[in-house]
């Protein structure tokens, strides 16, 4: 098993920034893929970025890419997303996933998750 646990949300003005963070614990050696996605009220869970545990490869969404980074430490076996020029689109319930998923997009492809943590953008 492996446990996620997210934090750093909060509240934000448009343009400001956030660093998420998600710690992972278990059986970490488990882990080919973790990744970030968000669920605003109403909507379907969308995917955000995902990148390698053991290389270095990161992919983004369309809509986030040139403002998100996402990044992880492997020693604190920890991963973070650097949200920057935040819009109040950017709004939602931010979700670590991990596991081997075959397609990183697809939300219902991953084993474990995290509880999330709010992040809100104020025009």
């Known amino acids: 098993q492996v446990q996620l646990v997210e934090s750093g949300g909060g509240l934000v003005q448009a343009g400001g920034s956030l660093r998420l963070s998600c710690a992972a614990s278990g059986r970490i050696s488990s882990i080919e893929k973790i990744s970030w996605f968000r669920q605003a009220p109403g909507k379907e869970r969308e995917f955000v970025a995902t990148?390698?545990?053991?290389?270095?490869?990161?992919y983004y969404a369309d809509s986030v890419k040139g403002r998100f980074t996402i990044s992880r430490d492997n020693a604190k076996n920890t991963m973070y997303l650097q949200m920057n020029s935040l819009k109040p689109e950017d709004t939602a319930i931010y979700y670590c996933a991990a596991g081997t998923p075959r397609n990183s997009i697809d939300y219902r492809q991953y084993h474990y998750w995290g509880q999330g943590t709010q992040v809100t953008v104020s025009s």
């Open positions: 990148i390698r545990w053991n290389v270095i490869s990161t």
